[in-house]
């Protein structure tokens, strides 16, 4: 049986201190794991429903004629439930999860959290250690392998919400120009998908429907032990246009 609590790492980052966190559900007798930045907890094993539905609504979307060998790039690993998510739907053939913080990278590569060694030892997927939001605007894109990669999905799951970001620097890819570059790194009718802990936000919902052919937003409810209810988030799923052929 594991410890109450247990901090199994702690790391000062230029982003603020962040930590790793175990503790024991009194309820279910299950292990919790939390990772706080600073005073915000950003995550939690006890809260997937929306990480996961994530990626089910994003690729979900994809035209149907993509059967397989689709390529997925995923900002923020965390977790990794998003992820995994992903290395599920047996279409997938690659998988990239670029993330800003090495240390996250580093507890999967140790084993430190739950999905750690699924995604690591799984030869389709690459963890990349770079700054996702510049690395779209960057003429180099997602993927410091192969420079100019499109995508089939891009999923996105770092800030809380469009209005509420991490950092400051991260709010210029929630504006027009932003998603523009943002669906540069799109194949044609590719999809790119955002959670948000933030109930649905009809401006910035009107906003990618000015850059993609289809925008909408899911509500994913789930139960939050925590509160005695049901919780939600958002998933933004947005859908660029096919090329237009002759």
């Known amino acids: ?16 201190d962040i930590s790793l966190r175990r503790r024991r559900d009194p309820v279910s007798g299950d292990d919790v794991y939390e990772v706080k930045l600073g005073d915000e907890f950003l995550m939690s094993s006890l809260f ?8 089910r609504l994003g690729l979900a979307k994809l035209p149907s ?34 993330d800003a913080l090495a240390e996250v990278i580093e507890w999967h590569q140790r ?43 891009i999923l996105l799951d770092v800030d809380h919400s469009p209005r509420h970001v991490l950092h400051p620097r991260h709010a210029a890819l929630y ?10 790194r799109l194949r044609p009718d590719g999809v790119f998908a955002l959670w948000s802990n933030d109930p649905p936000d009809d401006p910035f919902t009107a906003t990618l429907a000015e850059v993609f052919a289809e925008a909408e937003a899911h509500v994913v409810d ?10 939600t988030n958002t998933v933004y799923v947005a859908r660029k246009a096919a090329t237009v052929r002759p």
């Open 48 to 55: 997937t429903a929306g990480e996961i539905a994530l990626t």
């Open 111 to 153: 084993g430190l959290v739950p999905l750690g060694t699924s995604l690591v030892s799984d030869s389709r997927c690459r963890l990349v250690h770079g700054d996702f939001f510049a690395m779209v605007g960057d003429s180099l894109g997602l993927d410091p392998q192969e420079p100019g990669r499109l995508f089939h999905a």
């Open 65 to 98: 004629a993509e059967l397989d060998g689709l390529d997925v790039a995923v900002g923020g690993l965390g977790l990794g439930y998003t992820a995994r998510a992903a290395l599920d739907d047996p279409r997938v053939r690659s998988l990239i999860v670029v």
């Open 175 to 184: 504006q027009p120009a932003g998603l523009r570059a943002l669906a540069e």
């Open 1 to 16: 049986m594991s410890l109450r609590f247990e901090e199994i790492d702690w790391r000062p980052t230029p982003m603020g």
């Open 222 to 231: 789930f139960h939050n032990p925590l509160q005695g209810g049901t919780a």
